[in-house]
Structures are given as C-alpha cells and as structure tokens.
C-alpha cells in the first residue's frame, strides 16, 4: 500500500509531465501552415541555427525556421514561417544573433527611416540581401591581424627613427642649413655696411670720374686746333682723315663715359634705391631668422619622435542588452611632456569599425587623465582612473544623442582587467562585461 508521501510524489511527477507536454504541444502548434506564410532566407553561414528556432521582429516572436538547405554553391537557406497577422517590409534586416547561452535566433529588424512608400515580402519570395555576424572567433581573428599590424608599424618607426644613420643624417642636415643661414645673414650685413659706410669713398670716385674727363675734354679741343693746322703741317688728306676719325672716336667715348658717370651717381644717391636697398635687407634678416626657427622646428620634433612611447590596448566586450560582441583597439601615446598624451584607434572592429582620436590631459590628481576629441567616429569627451589594481573609465558622446557610458575593471594579471560596464547609461541601461589588455 502506498503512503501518503508517495502518493504526494507521483501526483507532482505526473502533473509536471501534463504541463510539459501541454506547453511542447500548445507552442508546437503556435504556427502552422494553416495560419503562416512562407519565405526563403539565403545566408552565408547560419551559426548553428537549427529548424525550430524562433523569428523575431522588432522584438516580437512572429515565426519559427521550418527547415534548414544547404545549397550546392556552400550557401544556406532558411525556410521561414511566418504568422500571416504580420508583414515583413522589404527594406528589413535579416540577422542571426547568437545569445550568450549560445541560443541562436533569426533577428528581423526594421530601418529607422520609414520610406514613404512601404513595400512588403510576398509568400514564397526568397531573401538574398542578409548579413551575417561577426564569431567571437572573428573577432579575436580580427584582434590579432590588427595588433600585428600596430607591431610592425613600430617596428618600422623605431627602425626608422632609432636608425643611428640617419640621426647622424638629420643632424648633419640641419647643422649644414644653419651654417650656410649664417653665412647669408653675414654677407647681408657686409653689404649693408659697403652701401652705408663707404659713401665717402664713392664720391670721391665719382669726382675723380668727372676730372678725368674734363681732362680728355681739354685734349679733344687741343686736337681739333691741330687738325685745322694740318695742311700746313702735312697736307697728305689720308693723314688728316685719319687723325679726324681717332678724334672723332675719342670724343664718341668721352660721352659715354660721361653718360655712364651720370648714371653711377644717380644709382648711388636716390634715396628710393636705398630705401629699397634697406628693405630687402631687413627682408633677408627676416627670412633668416625664420629659417632659424624653422630648422629649431625640426629639430625638436626629431627629438619628440625619439622619446615618444607607444603603448596599446585592447578592450573586449559582451553587451548582454544588444545581445553583441565589442572589440576595441587603440593606441596610447606618450610624449616627452608628461603633462598630455594621445589617443589613436578604431571602435568595434570590423565591418563598421569607427575612429577615435583624442587628446589627453592628465588631471590634478595621481593617476586621473582627461580626453577630449573624437570617440566612436563622433564628438566627445571622457575621464580614466587607475591606481593600484582599479581601472574606470567613462565617456559622454555625441553631444545631438548624448550616451554616457561607464565601465569598472579588477586587474586579474599585470596589464590585464576584469571589466563591467554600463552602456548607454540612463536611456538604454545596457550592461557588459569584458576584459581590457594593456601592452
């Protein structure tokens, strides 16, 4: 005979065996092909979605994959039924999302922008335009390609900044420049004072000049009175021609130099020349002391280059909200000026990867650094904390849609955190957790 506890056990064992199967058969029977319409998804690689699994759109279940074809070309196909209450627009997203117990199912997501004509999916019609998502495979695949491409570039920078050669090079350069600068603005000063202080000494040239011609002056008339004595002298014609055509010569050179004489003066004495003169001088001075500043220019950005220090990270994510993987990428650089750094990186790698690039400005307390600049390929700004083994970081971004984002890490190993964030703070309220490496 049974006792009371047995009795009491068979009744609970045997009413849990009526829901389940009530349940299997009630959601079994949720679409049928009397009350669904059926479409045709082609996608590159399902992600182990299976026959039975559930369609959603906009968050509400209104359909199950019937069937699961893989065609002769490796692509796969969904056969989709879908509860004849709802329509699937034509310009809608077709993904596969993969929860984080690993429960797959066919997201279907409308865009924001409503066209002004809606067109829907007929039954039977076949979905070609799909887009399949990122493995966490992919991801860390993706992760690794970029870190080594962040290693060769600095291997290629310390190979061509450390190079002792072309130190040796950059410095001869600029020592050469800066020699012949100076040479320039030497010759310049000479010029000057050969224009300025020997003006005394150019008149007395000129005078000299103008003696001397009065000179030939003299002999030219003295010439003519011998000329016209000639006949008495020798009266041979060719002779008297002759010395007629030496005379004749002389005085044609007289006057150019005289001419010439003139013009030596003016040069010397118009105070728009010397104005001009002065000018192109303080010009030269100027341009010189420019090319100084300049050659310092470089000079001290080589020097930047050589002590600057290149530290990168990499941030790696679950949204349990967006039921999504995050990797993050960037690039932290440190100048000589210990007071600023740079940030230079990419946001959710991959297909719609977006840029950061911020300036850092360390704050007033010990181990507070403050960002402004680009985040996510938008305007934005935020602060990091870290001291000991605590890291926090947080960001406001977009200032037309404004997201505050905050996250929390425990340093697990040297470099590395255990993070838990909060995405989309007071609007979305979205949580994640990850970890943050640190090279």
């Known amino acids: 005979m049974l006792t009371h506890n047995v009795k009491v056990g068979l009744a609970v064992v045997a009413a849990v065996i009526v829901i389940i199967v009530t349940m299997r058969f009630v959601g079994g029977e949720k679409f049928t092909p009397d009350n669904t319409y059926t479409l045709k998804v082609v996608f590159e690689n399902v992600q182990g979605l299976s026959p039975g699994a ?3 759109l906009s968050g509400v279940e209104v359909g199950k994959v019937e069937e699961v074809v893989l065609r002769d070309d490796g692509r796969a196909v969904l056969n989709l039924r879908i509860g004849t209450g709802y329509q699937i627009r034509r310009d809608a997203e077709f993904n ?14 409308n865009p924001d922008v409503r066209p002004v004509k809606l067109e829907y999916f007929k039954p ?5 335009k799909t887009r399949t998502p990122s493995t966490l495979d992919d991801l860390v695949g993706e992760a690794h390609k970029a870190l080594k491409q962040v290693n060769d570039m600095l291997a290629s920078v310390k190979q061509i900044v450390g190079d002792d050669t072309m130190k040796h090079n950059v410095h001869e350069t600029v020592e050469n420049v800066r020699m012949i600068t100076e040479q320039i603005y030497d010759f310049a000063t000479v010029l000057k004072e050969v ?5 005394a000494e150019i008149d007395a ?21 011998l000329l016209a ?9 060719e002779v008297k021609r002759d010395l007629k055509q030496a005379i004749d010569n002389l005085q044609a050179t007289m006057a150019n130099l005289e001419e010439t004489t003139d013009s030596v003066k003016k040069l010397i004495t118009d105070d728009e020349l010397n104005q001009d003169l002065k000018q192109t001088i303080k010009s030269t001075r100027r341009t010189m002391e420019n090319a100084d500043t300049a050659l310092a220019g470089v000079r001290k950005a080589v020097d930047t280059v050589n002590n600057t220090e290149v530290k990168p990270s990499f941030q790696f994510r679950y949204n349990a909200r967006e039921d999504k993987y995050h990797a993050d990428m960037n690039l932290r650089m440190f100048p000589p000026d210990p007071s600023v750094s740079y940030l ?20 007033a307390l010990p181990g507070v650094w403050y960002r402004l600049g680009i985040k996510s390929g938008k305007l934005g700004m935020g602060a990091e904390y870290e001291k000991d083994d605590i890291y926090m970081e947080g960001d406001l971004i977009d200032p037309n849609d404004l997201q505050f984002n905050l996250r929390v890490g425990k340093q697990l190993q040297p470099n590395r955190y255990l993070l838990l964030g909060w ?4 609007k979305r309220d979205g949580l994640s957790f990850g970890f943050l490496q640190k090279y």
């Not at 039977?124 to 070609?128: E, V």
């Open 96 to 109: 596969i999302k993969v929860g984080f117990l690993k429960d797959t199912i066919l997201s279907i997501t």
């Open 344 to 363: 230079i990186g990419l946001d959710d790698l991959g297909e719609n990867s977006n840029t950061n690039l911020q300036l850092g400005v360390r704050g």
């Open 423 to 426: 995405e989309e703070a007071f």
């Open 54 to 56: 559930k369609v959603w």
């Open 195 to 199: 224009g300025v202080q020997n003006q």
């Open 229 to 237: 004595n000639v006949n008495d002298v020798a009266g041979d014609p």
């Open 124 to 128: 039977g019609d076949t979905i070609t």
């Open 205 to 225: 040239i000129i005078a000299n000049v103008n003696a001397l011609t009065a000179n030939l002056i003299k002999t030219s008339e003295k010439a003519d009175m």
